[in-house]
């Protein structure tokens, strides 16, 4: 088998070869026999390899034996997947008015003897749309069981490795210069896009990836909105402005949020904004292992309550970060909610945001970082200015 090294592997061969070893084992320990992997990220953890063609149908098979991944795809992204990929044996599936490449990939699960066998499929990934879903269970009613994956691999990449935190560590230096680029665009008479324009320069000049999901930058009455919209809006004399972005490098994501101001602050809007700070350091002070995602979201709850917000806050405040592809920087689940019983552990990286959409006032704010929890304290890698940025 070619041993490749070659520079587009973002991790080691040996790091890769062990985490397929480590899906092998909960393959076998949860009775599967082989594993469809769909989502993209699954792909580029396991395996390294790099591409948008998941849009289209594209399916890793991992046998529960030691046997070599098998990769289906279309032809253009075969060169990639040999390149950026251990993956030695790649599978295409042609383009054509009556294709199915259920019907391909059931000729590769044949091959490999898989008829009368459970296999895992990876469901929760916009790598598998409901079309193709449809035509998996179709093409293979009768030949294999098919069963729920629980997110298996997500769990396996919940802790991030030193290799893994190497790149978490650079898209938080880059997004800390984006951030002070930043605030200096953010003045009155310019658009909002001229703004989001100085965050992807500054990104996309500093070595990132092109980000997964669109951000949020929303000015004016859009600042109570809890995602971004299209049209840009120019910013006034007395305003307000909502950002909320990520960075990612290597594919490897974090996130920030954070409200400039312009005039003279309302004193309603400068409370929020002190609700919402010490609320994510009271929030930031508790991830330490062990501590539940349930338990952040109870602080984040109490604080916003106490302050008189209830009617205003969101039902989660937060969830993990890591490797994710287009058309999201959020790696759910888990995210952060109420009851939520997963536990903290060294190596998980959160993003905390603390958001409110005061829709009787018009008021918004939005505070948040990324941080990564050890053995003891809590490190934020993205960092956040000392205090509220006001624009006179």
Sequence with gaps: MQQKTGPDLPFTRAEHMERQARLRGELRAAGFDAMLVFAQESMFWLTGYDTGGFVFFQCLVMTADDRPPVLLTRRPDLVQARTTSTIEDVRIWWDAEEANPARDLKAILEELGLGGKRLAV?????????????????????????????????????????????????????????????????????????????????????????????????????????????LPRRLEKQDQFVVEYPVAYRRYNVKTEWTILFGTPDPRQVKMYDACRGTLDRMTEIARPGTTLGEIFDVHAAGLDAAGYRAHRYGATGYSVGCTFAPTSMDVPPMIYAGNPTRCAPGMTLFYHVMLGDSDTGFGMGVGHTLLVTDGAPEVLTGLPDRLTVVT
């Design 122 to 230: 990876e469901l929760n990934t916009h790598g598998l749309t409901g079309w193709n879903l449809w035509r998996l269970q179709k093409t293979l009613d009768g030949f294999c069981t098919l069963d729920n994956d629980a997110h298996l691999i997500r769990r396996l990449r919940l802790i991030k490795s030193p290799a893994e935190l190497a790149y978490v560590r650079k898209a938080a230096e880059i997004l800390d210069r984006s951030l002070t680029a930043v605030i200096a665009a953010a003045r009155p008479g310019v658009l909002d896009s001229t703004v989001k324009a100085a965050y992807l320069t500054s990104i996309l000049g500093d070595g990132a990836d092109m980000p997964p999901n669109p951000p949020l930058f929303n000015s004016g009455p859009r600042a109570i909105y809890g995602r971004g919209v299209s």
